[in-house]
């Protein structure tokens, strides 16, 4: 009420003798209405301006920072995301191409050990069969070695029993008679 | 004592006892005959060298077999031998004995061996024809083998010369074992 009486009472004496209003007077307000209005608009303008917009400036301004720190943060949130995003699809393709070399690796040690123990297997079954070619061959020999020893032991001793009975003083004499003239041919 | 003294010794001993009775040439020639009769009898061998059999029992056999056809001294030198535990080197003592003997007589010995006896005529050719060959003065000491079957082989030191059938036999055996 103290607050709108200086109004009031600015209203009161600018206000003039009343005379019926008429034509655009009746939509535009008394001049001491319109003093009052823009004295209390100044007095709250003022208000405003001093204390009110101040706090409001502060207000915002705290907002604003806690949302550009907001923001940033969800930058750098978001930065972090992408890389351990990077960092994760890095290790997941590493992984997988740890798998492929592991897998290659072990389908070309098995080839390989395949191969080796096929080529063993050969060789030794090629080294089976020469031996025992050779041992085959080697027992054929010495069988008939054997029998050929055998014949000729036995040949000899025919023979000498055949020669034995065969040879008589004559061919005693005959035959030293010959050993004679063959040493005749031998020489010092 | 190694063996090869041992032989040395007892043939030196041997040929000092022969020479100093003037037997040597007939000592020699009989301790050749016994070495190689010994060489060929393996009954003999087993007599003389069994130390089983008693010394009296092989003074026995030297006499029965030696006594009749060969010299006193000689049976004493074989017997000499057999007691002492040596008949195993009774060859090679008797050829060592009959070397010397030859060489004292500038003659190299040549072992002759044939089939059958030779008679004198042909001993005496045939010691020419071995001196020739060998280029060597050779007294030539005969041994009756039956194993040569026929022909002579004549051992003259370390050369041999065989012309004996058992030999040709012996080489076709080998040319047979060849094919």
């Given at each position: 009420m103290h607050l709108l009486a200086p109004i009031r009472l600015l209203a009161q004496v600018t206000e003039e003798p009343t005379t019926e209003p008429s034509g655009i007077d009746l939509l535009l307000p008394a001049s001491s209405e319109l003093i009052a209005g823009l004295i209390a608009f100044a007095i709250i303008f003022v208000f405003v301006w001093k204390w009110v917009l101040p706090v409001v400036d502060k207000r915002l301004a705290a907002r604003q920072e806690a949302i550009t720190s907001q923001l940033t943060a969800a930058e750098a949130t978001k930065l972090e995301a992408e890389s351990l995003l990077a960092d994760y699809k890095q290790q997941v393709a590493r992984a997988r191409d740890d798998a492929n070399r592991i897998v290659e690796d072990a389908r070309r040690t098995a080839e390989t050990h395949r191969s080796e123990t096929t080529a063993r297997a050969d060789t030794e079954a090629a080294e089976i069969v020469r031996k025992a070619r050779e041992e085959a061959a080697g027992e054929k020999q010495r069988a008939a070695g054997a029998i050929r020893d055998e014949v000729a032991t036995l040949s000899l001793a025919v023979a000498a029993k055949a020669v034995a009975g065969a040879v008589d003083a004559k061919a005693h004499k005959k035959l030293v008679e010959q050993y004679i003239a063959e040493l005749g041919a031998l020489h010092p | 004592m190694p063996t090869d003294d041992r032989i040395d010794g007892y043939a030196a001993a041997i040929l000092e006892v022969a020479k100093a009775e003037g037997q040597l040439e007939r000592v020699g020639d009989e301790l050749f005959r016994i070495a190689r009769a010994f060489e060929s009898s393996t009954p003999l061998r087993e007599a003389l060298t069994?130390?089983?059999?008693?010394a009296e029992r092989k003074k026995g056999v030297i006499d029965d077999l030696l006594?009749?056809?060969?010299s006193p001294l000689t049976v004493n030198l074989v017997d000499f031998v057999v007691s002492a535990g040596r008949a195993s080197d009774l060859p090679a003592i008797a050829d060592r004995v009959t070397a010397r003997a030859a060489s004292a007589r500038r003659k190299a010995i040549a072992e002759v061996r044939t089939a059958v006896e030779l008679d004198a005529a042909t001993i005496e050719r045939l010691t020419a024809a071995l001196g020739k060959a060998t280029g060597k003065d050779v007294e030539v000491k005969t041994v009756v083998d039956p194993?040569?079957?026929g022909g002579v082989v004549a051992r003259v030191g370390d050369v041999v010369i065989d012309g004996t059938v058992s030999h040709r036999l012996q080489q076709l055996r080998e040319t047979l074992n060849k094919r």
């Open positions: - | 069994d130390p089983r059999i008693p006594g009749a056809k060969t194993t040569v079957i």
